[in-house]
C-alpha cells in the first residue's frame, strides 16, 4: 500500500454587506500551482478538457518539458498513474483546483481533489467521468478510482451552526435569517442538510452556494447535499 499526505485549500466568504450580490460572491479569481515533479506541459500548450465532450480551453501553465503520452498501455505504478495525471491537471489548475494521489491499494486508487475541486458540487462527476475514465483506458489493471477525502468534523446541528454563525452577520446587515431545519443520513453516502433562511438574500441562489461550499468544505463531504426549507 502506497500513501502520501494530502493538502486542502478553502476560499474566504465576502466581508462586507455588498457580499449578498452575485459578483461579491465569486470574486476574480487567479490560480497558480507550485510544481513538484512530473513537469509536463508548455505555457503555451492548448488544452483540451477531459471533462467535456466538445468543449476547449486554455490554462497557464509553469513546466520545465513537455511529457507525451503515447497509445500504449501502462502498468499499474504510482509514477504511470501520475503521468496520466499529468494529462488533466492544467484543467484542475485553471478552475482552482488540482488533483493528487492520496494511495495505491492493489487495483483500487484513491486521489485527493484539492482546492476548488475538492468541495465542487460537481466533483463526483469529475472523478468519475474524467479522472477514473482516462486512467482506466491507460492503464487497464485499474479496477476503481475512489475520492479520498479528510476526515472532518461529526454531522450534527452543533457543526453545522459553526459555519452558519459565520454567515449570520452579513444576513443580518440585509435583515435576514438563517438556521438548521433537519439534517437526516448522517452515516449514509449522501447525507442531507435542509436550511431554512428568510430576508432579501433567501432569494440570492449565489449566497445559498456559498452557504453549501462552506458546509462542504467543513464536514469534508463531497457527497454532502444541501436544501432549502
Excluded at 107 to 120: N, S, W
Aim: charged letters at 25%; a negative charge; one cysteine or more.
Amino acid at each position: 500500500m502506497l500513501s502520501r499526505p494530502v493538502i486542502l485549500s478553502a476560499v474566504g466568504f465576502a466581508a462586507t454587506a455588498a457580499a449578498f450580490s452575485a459578483p461579491a460572491f465569486f470574486p476574480a479569481r487567479t490560480s497558480s500551482c507550485v510544481r513538484g515533479r512530473g513537469d509536463s506541459l508548455r505555457m503555451t500548450d492548448t488544452i483540451v478538457s477531459p471533462f467535456e465532450g466538445d468543449g476547449e480551453s486554455t490554462a497557464t501553465y509553469t513546466p520545465t518539458e513537455a511529457t507525451e503520452i503515447s497509445d500504449e498501455l501502462l502498468e499499474l505504478t504510482w509514477e504511470n498513474v501520475d503521468k496520466v495525471l499529468e494529462e488533466m491537471r492544467p484543467y484542475l489548475i485553471q478552475d482552482g483546483g488540482n488533483v493528487a494521489i492520496s494511495e495505491i491499494d492493489g487495483p483500487v486508487v484513491r486521489l485527493e481533489l484539492q482546492g476548488a475541486c475538492g468541495t465542487c458540487p460537481s466533483s463526483t462527476q469529475t472523478m468519475k467521468m474524467g479522472l477514473e475514465r482516462r486512467l482506466r483506458e491507460k492503464i487497464p489493471e485499474i479496477q476503481e478510482v475512489i475520492q479520498s477525502m479528510p476526515e472532518g468534523p461529526e454531522l450534527n446541528e452543533e457543526q453545522v451552526n459553526v459555519v452558519l454563525d459565520g454567515v449570520r452577520p452579513f444576513l443580518q446587515v440585509a435583515g435576514g435569517t438563517i438556521d438548521c431545519d433537519t439534517i437526516t443520513g448522517e452515516n449514509s453516502v449522501q447525507p442531507c442538510v435542509t436550511l431554512k433562511m428568510e430576508g432579501s438574500s433567501a432569494s440570492l441562489n449565489s449566497v445559498k452556494l456559498e452557504i453549501a461550499q462552506r458546509l462542504q468544505r467543513h464536514f469534508m463531504l463531497s457527497g454532502l447535499r444541501v436544501e432549502w426549507a
